[in-house]
C-alpha cells in the first residue's frame, strides 16, 4: 500500500479516520459523560498533528500526479466525515492501479 503516493494517501486518510472516530466516540464522551477531559486534550492533540499531515499528503499527491482538483477537495471534505475516509479509502483502492507514481 505504500508503494505509492495513493497508496501514501491511503495511509493518511485511514489514519485520520482512526483519530476522528476515536476523539468523537471515545474521548468526547469521556469528557463530557465520565468529566474526564483530559482525554479530549490528548486525543485532540495526536488528531489534530495527523490531520494537518493529512493534509500535506493530499497537497503533495495533488502536486505530484497533477490529476483532478475535485479528488483533493473531496479527500479534504471527507476528514470532516465521521467514517468518510473510510469510504474515500475505498475509492482510492480502486484508483491506485491506475496512478504507479
Do not use: C
Not at 479516520?17 to 486525543?43: C, E, H, N, R
Not at 499531515?53 to 503533495?60: E, N, P
Not at 483533493?72 to 474515500?88: E, H, K, M, T
Amino acid at each position: 500500500m505504500m508503494k505509492n503516493t495513493i497508496g501514501q494517501l491511503r495511509i493518511a486518510g485511514i489514519l485520520d479516520g482512526i483519530s476522528l472516530v476515536v476523539l468523537l466516540f471515545i474521548a468526547m464522551p469521556l469528557k463530557y459523560w465520565m468529566d474526564i477531559p483530559m482525554a479530549v486534550t490528548i486525543v485532540g492533540a495526536v488528531h489534530g498533528f495527523i490531520f494537518v499531515s493529512y493534509v500535506l499528503v493530499i497537497l503533495y499527491v495533488q502536486i505530484r500526479l497533477k490529476w483532478n482538483i475535485i479528488w483533493s477537495l473531496l479527500a479534504l471534505a471527507v476528514a470532516f466525515i465521521p467514517f468518510g475516509n473510510f469510504i474515500y479509502d475505498w475509492q482510492l483502492k480502486k484508483m491506485e492501479t491506475r496512478f504507479q507514481n
